[in-house]
């Protein structure tokens, strides 16, 4: 038997880990479904466990059938009847977890953005955003326990993510605190907290962490202020690999290590685990601990470790799978692989079912299932081509290849490419994981001695980091690190079979290979042919100034900087557009994401945007999203926005009237507007980011979805300035009637750019607008006629032209 094929062998019970995925997916769907149809779902569980249990122990069995084929009637059965019982169990207990969540009065208050008082223990340190007017806010989960709301207290047991100000800098994790918040709905019934909260006034501290949480708080803190002082990328990467604590990364090295599939790395992961149990296995050995006793010594000081990490969805996830593992190999070696990893999954969402829905998640346990599957027979084939002495490296070049082929359909989800540099930059920097890891955790141990018994596996620590940082930037920095791949769940499910195929074909390729060298030359030349756009064929003009492009009913615009940068203003409704769009133009750095105000149509796709790019900031308005919005005023979308870009790492600062923004010697921009509130009309549509931008020889103007009476005050500043004319207009608010026409006719724009979705229910664009606009002499595109509106050329010489 091949040994790449070696991963088929029925040595493997696979069984266990086929009933977690099909439970995974239940769970995903229980996660998502009314109450009805998780009653179904678990009865359709119940059903299956039933059949599986009645065929199993001899029912309805009455045709004559040989030993063998008896025994493998049973083996199927068997298998429904765990599939069955997996499914019943993991659905039951998120259907409990989801009534225990929205029990009590949270949800109806945020339906109704009530405010409430509330008792909570802190789920995570206070992290510190950009909020509205230069201020800092502060995110911070906390699980509820008590609620009260019109004078009615209730027992809960509820998380909400709370958005704060200053006075919950210097709150801890597990604190018990009391205070007050204004509630909404989240996003989506799937996510896995109940309500969004802002945060009015300080929280009243009634009670401290236990005296076990308040020594690894300790510990933290002192590794915190010993690793303070290293240098570089060291001071943030060494306690983000050793206790997960990502406060002091820099929003750069975040970056190019989600460009360069090394994320998981600058976090407590399965082989942070690993490398703590082998350490604490040697310790003791060392102490001559009996053998029988080893295993529970470890498993102790992996649930010590755990403590000091902080139980997280992520921690609990590395180390369940790595005990798991762990176990797996003290009991029957590598065929218990697949079973361990089946019960780590079906443990993991007992635990918490919306891990279900976590990318992280999905990525640790397909990365553990190449390992166990791939790894060992990709290496054992390699080391029969090395040297001896390199037997070694066959087991490196294997196992990060086996992780990055498993798990590049999730990848692509996430960024909508596909990384060219992920397994190099993987296998560079997999011999400093351990060193790294495992002198922070020394460093950890030494801290409460002082500064000085820490500073030398503080500095031990900062070497690997160092190196395992530079390998980051240095691989992120590549030409054509990775290739464009079509989004979303297609992209994903295209990845997936030809990655199935390439895997279950690989020895017939090789093999062919060998007899016909110029093959995979040819084969290659192929797939890019399919997947890498032609240039020929590409209506974008190498020259490009501007894209207003086609994201539906919303605004979603891009500026060239050269060399796949740009700035984008505003990003849409929806994320796979804006991220496809960016994709056609060839954009993997962004400057500066300009938001001009927080209505959905507008912000609602900057996650697309910021999918396996590195942002430099965010730019939004200066307005209080909330103030002065009545019944009639469209949602502010600002604590969405400032989570995902507290998720992604990318600062946001806010700009005014007369604010300078430079990205290139020819390109350059400065902020007309806004300058105060204006309470009538929309408020947040008059408070719109509006831009007098200047890019190669082009003059821009960017309105957003400016109403009359902000465009009364850009038109005094443009005629204050006395050169109001532009080249393009990208016209204010897809279109609307609600325009200034004496804004219009001082700027003249040669071109008109609407932004507007097929079919709206708004009448947009005004048939008033359209004569206004053509009135002064302007050519009109709209996106929902032509598609993506490409503007090039130099002033004067205005160049046009659409994707459709």
């Not at 990845?495 to 084969?523: D, F, K, M, Q, Y």
């Not at 009639?632 to 009237?657: D, F, K, L, N």
């Not at 003249?748 to 359209?770: F, K, M, Q």
Request: hydrophobic content about 50%; glycine content about 10%.
């Amino acid at each position: 038997m091949s040994r790449l094929t070696e991963a088929a062998s029925p040595s493997h019970d696979l069984r266990l880990l086929l009933a977690a995925a099909i439970g995974w997916v239940a769970v995903l769907a229980a996660l998502r479904l009314p109450a009805a149809g998780v009653v179904a779902l678990a009865g359709a569980g119940v059903a299956a466990a039933a059949a599986g249990t009645w065929r199993a122990i001899g029912g309805g069995h009455e045709e004559v059938m040989t030993r063998e084929s008896r025994a493998a009637v049973l083996r199927r059965w068997q298998t429904v009847m765990l599939i069955g019982s997996v499914v019943t169990c993991l659905v039951v207990v998120t259907g409990c977890q989801r009534l225990t969540r929205s029990a009590g009065p949270i949800p109806a208050a945020a339906q109704s953005h009530r405010l409430v008082q509330v008792d909570a223990v802190v789920q995570s340190d206070p992290r510190p955003i950009a909020g509205a007017a230069g201020r800092t806010l502060f995110l911070v989960r906390v699980d509820c326990t008590r609620v009260t709301l019109e004078g009615q207290t209730s027992a809960v047991s509820s998380p909400v993510l709370v958005f704060a100000d200053g006075a919950w800098a210097s709150i801890s994790w597990h604190e018990t605190v009391r205070f007050r918040m204004r509630l909404k709905l989240p996003d989506s019934s799937a996510d896995d907290v109940v309500a969004l909260g802002s945060a009015t006034g300080a929280p009243l501290v009634l009670a401290r962490p236990g005296p076990l949480t308040q020594a690894m708080e300790r510990l933290r803190a002192d590794l915190r202020q010993v690793t303070a002082g290293l240098p570089g990328d060291a001071a943030g990467l060494v306690p983000a690999m050793v206790i997960g604590d990502t406060s002091r990364i820099s929003p750069e090295l975040s970056a190019d290590m989600r460009a360069t599939g090394m994320t998981h790395l600058n976090a407590v992961s399965g082989s942070n685990v690993v490398f703590v149990m082998m350490a604490i296995g040697w310790i003791a050995g060392w102490l001559r601990v009996r053998a029988r006793w080893r295993v529970p010594f470890v498993l102790v000081g992996l649930a010590m470790f755990v403590l000091l990490c902080r139980p997280e969805p992520s921690v609990l996830r590395a180390g369940v799978m790595g005990a798991i593992a762990g176990l797996a190999m003290t009991w029957s070696g590598r065929r218990a692989g697949p079973a361990a990893l089946g019960a780590a999954v079906v443990v993991l969402l007992v635990v918490d079912p919306w891990l279900a829905a976590s990318f992280g998640f999905a990525l640790s346990a397909l990365a553990t299932a190449g390992l166990i599957f791939f790894a060992r027979p990709w290496g054992a084939a390699l080391a029969r081509r090395l040297p001896a002495r390199m037997a070694l490296v066959a087991d490196a070049v294997a196992i990060p290849i086996a992780a990055q082929a498993v798990c590049g359909p999730v990848i692509v989800l996430l960024q909508s490419s596909v990384s060219v540099v992920g397994v190099p930059a993987n296998l560079l920097a997999a011999p400093f994981v351990a060193p790294a890891t495992l002198a922070g955790v020394a460093t950890v141990l030494s801290a409460p001695l002082g500064q000085a018994a820490a500073w030398l596996p503080a500095h031990a620590a900062a070497l690997p980091a160092l190196v395992i940082a530079w390998i980051a930037h240095s691989f992120a920095r590549v030409p054509g690190a990775s290739l464009p791949w079509p989004s979303g769940v297609l992209g994903a499910a295209l990845l997936a079979v030809l990655t199935l195929v390439a895997l279950l074909s690989g020895p017939w390729v090789i093999e062919r290979c060998r007899r016909h060298p110029g093959a995979p030359a040819a084969a290659g030349v192929i797939v890019l042919a399919l997947i890498v756009p032609v240039p020929g064929l590409n209506p974008v003009p190498p020259q490009w100034v501007y894209v207003a492009c086609d994201v539906g009913q919303g605004d979603g615009g891009v500026i060239n900087l050269g060399a796949g940068r740009a700035v984008v203003v505003d990003t849409g409704p929806d994320p796979d557009a804006m991220d496809g769009c960016l994709q056609r133009l060839g954009i993997t750095r962004i400057e500066t994401v300009v938001l001009t105000h927080f209505h959905a149509d507008h912000v609602d796709g900057l996650s697309g945007a910021l999918r396996g790019r590195t942002v430099r900031e965010i730019v939004t308005t200066p307005v209080d999203a909330a103030g002065g919005s009545g019944s009639e005023e469209e949602p502010s979308r600002e604590p969405q926005v400032r989570a995902v870009a507290a998720a992604a790492g990318v600062p946001i600062r806010t700009v005014r009237t007369g604010d300078a923004l430079t990205w290139a010697p020819d390109v350059v921009g400065r902020v007309l507007w806004p300058a105060r509130t204006i309470e009538a009309g929309s408020v947040q549509n008059n408070a719109s980011v509006t831009l007098d931008l200047r890019a190669h020889g082009l003059r821009l103007l960017m309105t957003g979805d400016l109403e009359r009476e902000a465009d009364t005050a850009v038109l005094a500043e443009l005629r204050a300035e006395g050169q109001p004319q532009f080249d393009v207009l990208k016209v204010a608010h897809h279109g609307s009637k609600n325009q200034l026409p004496a804004l219009i006719d001082a700027a003249r724009p040669s071109v008109s750019v609407i932004s507007v979705g097929v079919d709206n229910d708004y009448g947009h664009p005004a048939p008033a607008t359209l004569d206004l606009l053509r009135s002064v002499g302007s050519a009109v595109f709209r996106t929902d006629l032509g598609g993506d509106v490409i503007v090039s050329g130099t002033a004067g010489a205005v160049q046009v032209r659409t994707s459709r």
